[in-house]
């Protein structure tokens, strides 16, 4: 995949902690990695919110249900402002 450089302005704390966590990959491989999770984060919530429209909410018994199979999802809510 063809890369492009650019130039960026970020806190200065959020920079060291990466680069620090980074690694071998290095900050450019770790923001890039952040930056592809969270542009698949923002196209599924507008998946979901595409459904809701088409279908209506999701009935909250089926939430309940999925929140008891995996306790680590995040409400409803949470997700979609994220």
């Known amino acids: ?3 492009v ?3 960026l302005t970020l806190d200065e704390d959020l920079v060291d902690a990466a680069r620090n966590l980074a690694g071998s990959r ?3 491989g770790y923001v890039n ?3 592809m999770r ?4 923002d196209r599924l919530v507008g998946l979901l919110n595409e459904m809701e429209q088409e279908a209506g ?3 909250d018994a089926i939430l309940e249900g999925v929140r008891e199979a ?3 999802s995040e409400p409803r809510e949470a ?3 994220a």
């Open 5 to 7: 450089k650019v130039s």
């Open 26 to 28: 290095g900050l450019s």
């Open 79 to 81: 997700r979609r402002t």
């Open 38 to 41: 969270r542009i698949q984060h």
């Open 1 to 3: 995949m063809a890369t």
């Open 33 to 35: 990695e952040a930056l």
């Open 57 to 59: 909410p999701i009935d």
């Open 70 to 72: 995996w306790p680590a």
